[in-house]
Protein backbone atom coordinates (compact mmCIF):
# COMPACT_ATOMS: atom_id res chain seq x y z
CA UNK A 1 0.00 0.00 0.00
CA UNK A 2 1.03 3.82 0.15
CA UNK A 3 2.60 5.45 3.46
CA UNK A 4 -1.40 6.81 4.14
CA UNK A 5 -2.47 2.94 4.34
CA UNK A 6 0.17 1.88 6.28
CA UNK A 7 -0.54 4.77 8.64
CA UNK A 8 -3.80 4.10 8.91
CA UNK A 9 -3.64 1.04 9.78
CA UNK A 10 -1.43 1.61 12.79
CA UNK A 11 -3.93 4.31 13.77
CA UNK A 12 -7.12 2.15 13.76
CA UNK A 13 -5.14 -0.67 15.42
CA UNK A 14 -3.71 1.56 18.23
CA UNK A 15 -7.13 3.48 18.31
CA UNK A 16 -4.97 6.89 17.99
CA UNK A 17 -6.57 9.43 15.41
CA UNK A 18 -4.13 10.06 11.90
CA UNK A 19 -4.35 14.21 11.72
CA UNK A 20 -3.49 14.07 7.94
CA UNK A 21 -5.37 13.59 4.93
CA UNK A 22 -4.53 10.97 1.98
CA UNK A 23 -3.71 13.96 0.36
CA UNK A 24 -1.30 15.51 2.87
CA UNK A 25 0.29 11.98 3.06
CA UNK A 26 0.48 11.78 -0.65
CA UNK A 27 2.33 14.99 -0.82
CA UNK A 28 4.80 13.57 1.09
CA UNK A 29 8.13 12.20 -0.26
CA UNK A 30 7.35 8.74 -1.52
CA UNK A 31 3.70 9.21 -0.27
CA UNK A 32 2.33 8.50 -3.47
CA UNK A 33 4.62 5.22 -3.88
CA UNK A 34 3.12 1.68 -3.68
CA UNK A 35 5.24 -0.01 -1.06
CA UNK A 36 5.96 -3.34 0.11
CA UNK A 37 6.69 -5.14 3.13
CA UNK A 38 8.21 -8.73 3.18
CA UNK A 39 6.76 -11.68 5.26
CA UNK A 40 10.18 -12.34 7.44
CA UNK A 41 10.91 -8.32 8.26
CA UNK A 42 11.51 -6.80 11.98
CA UNK A 43 9.03 -4.80 12.04
CA UNK A 44 7.28 -5.81 15.61
CA UNK A 45 4.95 -2.99 17.03
CA UNK A 46 2.97 -0.69 15.90
CA UNK A 47 5.15 2.23 16.63
CA UNK A 48 7.73 0.45 14.51
CA UNK A 49 5.69 0.69 11.66
CA UNK A 50 4.95 4.75 12.13
CA UNK A 51 8.73 5.08 12.60
CA UNK A 52 9.59 3.25 9.05
CA UNK A 53 6.87 5.32 7.68
CA UNK A 54 8.10 8.21 9.03
CA UNK A 55 11.54 7.38 7.87
CA UNK A 56 10.25 6.34 4.60
CA UNK A 57 8.78 10.40 4.47
CA UNK A 58 11.87 11.72 5.01
CA UNK A 59 9.93 13.36 8.39
CA UNK A 60 9.25 12.21 11.82
CA UNK A 61 6.46 11.11 13.74
CA UNK A 62 4.68 12.70 16.60
CA UNK A 63 1.05 13.70 18.65
CA UNK A 64 0.22 17.06 17.64
CA UNK A 65 -1.99 19.52 19.56
CA UNK A 66 -4.58 17.36 18.95
CA UNK A 67 -3.87 14.33 20.30
CA UNK A 68 -3.30 12.84 16.41
CA UNK A 69 -0.46 11.42 14.95
CA UNK A 70 1.25 13.38 12.24
CA UNK A 71 4.50 13.25 9.92
CA UNK A 72 6.23 16.17 9.73
CA UNK A 73 9.13 17.18 7.63
CA UNK A 74 12.13 18.63 8.46
CA UNK A 75 11.52 22.56 8.56
CA UNK A 76 13.72 24.96 7.17
CA UNK A 77 11.60 28.41 7.96
CA UNK A 78 12.17 30.26 11.45
CA UNK A 79 8.94 30.62 12.83
CA UNK A 80 10.47 32.91 15.79
CA UNK A 81 13.92 34.94 15.84
CA UNK A 82 14.63 35.04 19.55
CA UNK A 83 16.19 38.41 20.39
CA UNK A 84 17.95 40.09 23.57
CA UNK A 85 14.64 41.11 25.15
CA UNK A 86 13.56 37.50 25.28
CA UNK A 87 13.78 36.44 28.81
CA UNK A 88 16.98 33.90 28.52
CA UNK A 89 19.18 32.01 31.72
CA UNK A 90 21.56 30.61 29.33
CA UNK A 91 22.78 29.21 26.30
CA UNK A 92 24.61 27.13 25.19
CA UNK A 93 25.54 27.04 21.20
CA UNK A 94 28.19 24.36 19.23
CA UNK A 95 30.68 25.93 17.03
CA UNK A 96 29.21 23.65 14.10
CA UNK A 97 26.46 23.40 11.87
CA UNK A 98 24.42 20.07 11.50
CA UNK A 99 23.88 18.63 7.76
CA UNK A 100 23.35 15.80 6.29
CA UNK A 101 25.32 14.56 2.70
CA UNK A 102 24.92 11.41 2.64
CA UNK A 103 22.51 8.55 3.66
CA UNK A 104 23.08 4.60 3.99
CA UNK A 105 20.42 2.03 3.93
CA UNK A 106 20.69 -1.71 4.38
CA UNK A 107 19.71 -4.00 1.41
CA UNK A 108 18.35 -6.85 3.46
CA UNK A 109 18.41 -9.70 0.42
CA UNK A 110 21.68 -8.98 -0.15
CA UNK A 111 23.03 -8.58 2.97
CA UNK A 112 25.31 -5.05 1.85
CA UNK A 113 24.62 -1.56 2.82
CA UNK A 114 24.45 1.11 -0.17
CA UNK A 115 25.74 4.67 0.17
CA UNK A 116 23.69 7.52 -1.45
CA UNK A 117 25.11 11.43 -1.01
CA UNK A 118 24.37 14.76 -2.56
CA UNK A 119 27.17 17.57 -4.52
CA UNK A 120 30.51 17.86 -2.42
CA UNK A 121 29.74 14.96 0.66
CA UNK A 122 31.12 16.74 3.40
CA UNK A 123 28.46 16.54 5.74
CA UNK A 124 26.47 13.78 8.38
CA UNK A 125 25.66 10.82 6.95
CA UNK A 126 21.95 9.30 7.73
CA UNK A 127 21.84 5.56 8.37
CA UNK A 128 18.09 4.11 7.53
CA UNK A 129 19.19 1.10 8.73
CA UNK A 130 17.19 -2.21 7.07
CA UNK A 131 13.97 -0.01 6.63
CA UNK A 132 11.52 -2.96 5.26
CA UNK A 133 9.50 -0.50 3.52
CA UNK A 134 12.66 0.66 1.27
CA UNK A 135 13.11 -2.59 0.41
CA UNK A 136 11.00 -3.91 -2.72
CA UNK A 137 11.03 -2.89 -6.55
CA UNK A 138 13.21 -2.57 -9.21
CA UNK A 139 16.77 -0.66 -8.42
CA UNK A 140 15.09 2.37 -10.67
CA UNK A 141 12.01 2.64 -7.86
CA UNK A 142 14.44 1.38 -4.71
CA UNK A 143 16.94 4.55 -5.64
CA UNK A 144 14.19 7.03 -6.57
CA UNK A 145 12.76 6.17 -3.10
CA UNK A 146 15.75 6.01 -1.26
CA UNK A 147 17.05 9.21 -2.89
CA UNK A 148 13.86 11.00 -2.09
CA UNK A 149 14.56 10.29 1.60
CA UNK A 150 18.22 12.09 1.30
CA UNK A 151 16.79 14.42 -0.81
CA UNK A 152 14.41 15.52 2.08
CA UNK A 153 17.00 15.21 4.68
CA UNK A 154 19.32 17.69 3.13
CA UNK A 155 18.02 20.28 3.56
CA UNK A 156 18.78 20.11 7.53
CA UNK A 157 20.81 23.22 8.23
CA UNK A 158 21.07 23.78 12.01
CA UNK A 159 23.84 24.58 14.89
CA UNK A 160 22.93 22.78 18.06
CA UNK A 161 22.01 24.31 21.08
CA UNK A 162 21.07 24.37 24.24
CA UNK A 163 18.57 27.65 25.57
CA UNK A 164 16.84 27.83 28.72
CA UNK A 165 14.16 30.47 28.66
CA UNK A 166 10.37 31.41 29.32
CA UNK A 167 8.61 28.76 26.76
CA UNK A 168 5.79 30.01 24.83
CA UNK A 169 2.83 27.05 23.55
CA UNK A 170 2.73 28.22 20.61
CA UNK A 171 5.99 26.33 19.70
CA UNK A 172 5.74 22.88 18.18
CA UNK A 173 8.06 19.68 17.90
CA UNK A 174 11.14 20.80 14.91
CA UNK A 175 9.91 24.64 15.06
CA UNK A 176 13.33 26.39 13.96
CA UNK A 177 14.22 29.63 15.95
CA UNK A 178 16.73 32.00 15.30
CA UNK A 179 18.66 33.67 17.73
CA UNK A 180 19.86 36.95 17.40
CA UNK A 181 21.63 40.18 18.56
CA UNK A 182 24.51 38.86 20.39
CA UNK A 183 22.60 35.51 21.67
CA UNK A 184 24.42 33.24 19.33
Known amino acids: GKLYDFLSLACTACGVELGMTGAE ?4 PNGM ?3 SVY ?8 RDLVSWCA ?3 GGYATIDRDGKLVIKLYNVDP ?3 IDNYNRLTGAKFSDFETRYTG ?12 YYSVGYDDGLTYNLGSNPLLQF ?12 VLDAL ?13 GTPAYDVGDILVFSEGIA
Do not use: H
Not at 103 to 112: F, H, L, P, Q
Open 25 to 28: VDAL
Open 33 to 35: NLL
Open 39 to 46: PENDIETY
Open 55 to 57: QTA
Open 79 to 81: VDT
Open 103 to 114: MSCVNIAEKTTT
Open 137 to 148: GTDDVIQANRTA
Open 154 to 166: AVIKYVPCEVTMI
